[in-house]
């Protein structure tokens, strides 16, 4: 890991460089035995589109994670991150790529914190949809 | 589902921060491995949950269930060997709209019974169709 972000070096309104990922079924499947969340709708199709999905999904704690990766990047140091929530909208389907990104929305220089709105979103048949939306990080900077 | 659960708390359950699960978990997230994850700790949270999920007296129906939220808020960062004590609580059961809301807020402390995380996973129970 790179050195914390200074404070002084950030200001309202920076971006996070965004990552993006395709997410394969290998993916999910990893992340299924990596997390211990065995649930069918992550690995069996037939269970998937008999819930009403087109075939098996994405955690939605994949997407998470891929955002966390995109935020402690950006950070430069994973103790920094103090506080993380999401909301999930559309449901990750293998052959997805998925962009994560954010923005500093503020900051607080009494404690040296930042808090970070999050997305992470995915074009799907030429429409931008949002994986995640709303989300929220409070980050400690050095 | 069960409104008279509100508030139930579950058992600890014991969870080790392993090396071998760590690099399995940042290969998957796309991390090097020079570090734990912070958000590793949804394993430990998965580890917990199961029993709330699996509760008879709950009746969830989990063909119906999506995840709507999560948060976590990290009090220390998590480091392999840790020994974890995450313990799950039925934090609300609401409903709306015909969906249910089932909150879990899993409190995660340490060996010396520190708190390192506390988790808070909102599932939904879409309605039947």
Avoid at chain 2, 32 to 60: H, M, R
Wanted: glycine content about 8%; proline content about 4%.
């Amino acid at each position: 890991m790179n050195d914390t972000r200074r404070f002084g070096d950030v200001a309202v309104g920076d971006e996070l460089p965004a990552l993006s990922r395709t997410v394969t079924r290998e993916d999910v499947k990893a992340y299924a035995d990596a997390s211990g969340d065995q649930n069918p709708l992550h690995q069996d199709d037939d269970f998937a589109r008999s819930v009403g999905f087109p075939g098996i999904i994405a955690h939605g704690m994949l997407t998470m994670a891929h955002l966390e990766s995109c935020v402690v990047r950006w950070l430069g140091d994973p103790s920094g991150l103090l506080r993380m929530r999401v909301g999930f909208r559309a449901a990750v389907l293998v052959g997805d790529v998925i962009v994560a990104g954010g923005r500093v929305r503020e900051l607080d220089p009494v404690t040296r914190t930042a808090v970070l709105h999050l997305w992470v979103r995915l074009d799907r048949d030429g429409v931008t949809e949002h994986a995640i939306r709303r989300g929220e990080a409070t980050v400690r900077l050095a | 589902m069960n409104r008279a659960l509100e508030g139930k708390v579950y058992p600890a359950i014991g969870f080790t921060v392993s090396s071998g699960q760590v690099d399995r978990f940042s290969l998957v997230v796309g991390d090097d491995g020079s570090f734990v994850p912070p958000i590793f700790v949804t394993a430990a949270e998965v580890a917990a949950t199961a029993q709330v999920l699996a509760d008879p007296d709950l009746g969830l129906d989990f063909a119906r269930v999506i995840h709507s939220e999560q948060e976590y808020e990290w009090r220390r960062p998590i480091a392999v060997g840790d020994e974890l004590a995450a313990a799950p609580r039925i934090a609300s059961i609401r409903s709306k709209g015909g969906h249910e809301f089932l909150t879990i807020e899993t409190e995660m402390r340490d060996a010396s019974g520190e708190p390192v995380v506390l988790a808070r996973n909102v599932l939904i129970v879409r309605a039947r169709v």
